[in-house]
């Protein structure tokens, strides 16, 4: 597959993955593996004192097999995020941030004028943002405009595995921006995704539909080959579509 | 932790991810992470909203009322 360049890193893979809700750590290594991303996604929580251990992923990833990229999970403010973003730059990993600010907390879909003002800040302090936005070009374009490396536009609210609800809103993104747009949330199955890539988007972000499947790396290797699938058909640039039939077998010669 | 147990005129008191503390008086950074035993893990420090540098956690004296927030990555999406 042709790769996919972020702020002029390369991935191996247009699928990047998410590490939470996963059953225990050794379902989410198959899964991550399976699904041969690149580049998996982290969240910034408080140490629990008593049980340091407890959540710390780290001791089960390697930075060295799987790029990080740190998210803002959770902020609900710009001030939030901008301090988030600090403190995961701060573990001297990574000064790449998948940014979000949400401005609703039954639907998770993003508080865009936060989300404007914290990529400023962000890009401003050096970070390389990739910001988590709904599937709207104007917001798309403004973020462009304040230099985000990734615009990441949902196509149906995180979580929700419905699926590509507006195909429309995300090939017009696609069209108008010279910066990746890596869909992030609401893929829920491989049909999905591979829909999805077919709107000639550059990748896809992806957790619950792998952490809440059955067999997550199960899941997993579909979703790899349904990314794959959808970048290639287009890549090959689909047929017309018509509202009439047209034979594919000669009309000539039909023995009689 | 154990300074906590033995509260005295020369304890401050300090907040770690939301929670009061007491510690000794000229407790550095470091030595509250060793005392956590959270020292050597991949836990950034953040004092007073400041991100406190690896670098400067054995000369980061801690003063009464200091907030401090400890935070690692965890899985997420």
């Known amino acids: ?256 | 932790m154990p300074e906590a147990a033995q509260s005295s005129s020369e304890d401050i008191r300090i907040e770690v991810n939301g929670e009061p503390r007491e510690v000794a008086a000229g407790t550095s950074v470091a030595a509250l992470l060793r005392a956590l035993g959270l020292d050597g893990r991949t836990v950034v420090v953040e004092l007073n909203r400041e991100i406190v540098r690896r670098t400067e956690i054995d000369d980061m004296i801690l003063q009464s009322e200091d907030r401090l927030e400890l935070v690692h990555f965890v899985g997420g999406g």
């Open chain 1, 1 to 256: 597959m042709d790769k996919l360049t972020i702020a002029g890193r390369e991935l191996d893979s247009r699928l990047i993955v998410g590490t939470g809700k996963y059953a225990d750590p050794e379902t989410m290594l198959r899964a991550l593996r399976a699904s041969g991303a690149a580049m998996v996604t982290v969240a910034v929580r408080r140490v629990d004192i008593e049980h340091p251990d407890r959540d710390d992923i780290l001791r089960y990833l390697d930075p060295e097999e799987f790029a990080l990229l740190p998210n803002t999970a959770g902020c609900y403010t710009a001030e939030d995020a901008v301090r988030v973003a600090r403190m995961a730059r701060g573990t001297g990993m990574s000064d790449w941030i998948k940014l979000e600010v949400i401005g609703d907390k039954d639907t998770l879909l993003p508080d865009t004028a936060g989300l404007l003002t914290a990529a400023r800040e962000l890009v401003d302090e050096g970070f390389v943002v990739l910001a988590y936005t709904n599937d709207d070009l104007v917001t798309a374009l403004r973020l462009e405009d304040l230099g985000v490396a990734a615009v990441m536009p949902l196509v149906s609210p995180i979580g929700s595995g419905l699926g590509l609800l507006n195909p429309l809103n995300i090939r017009l993104i696609k069209s108008r921006l010279d910066v990746p747009v890596i869909v992030d949330a609401g893929v829920g199955t491989a049909s999905d995704a591979c829909a999805t890539m077919e709107q000639g988007v550059d990748g896809i972000l992806m957790n619950t539909a792998l952490a809440e499947a059955e067999d997550p790396a199960g899941m997993a290797t579909a979703m790899r080959l349904a990314v794959e699938a959808g970048r290639a058909a287009y890549l090959a640039g689909r047929m017309a579509k018509r509202e009439w039939a047209v034979p594919s077998s000669p009309l000539q010669g039909i023995p009689g």
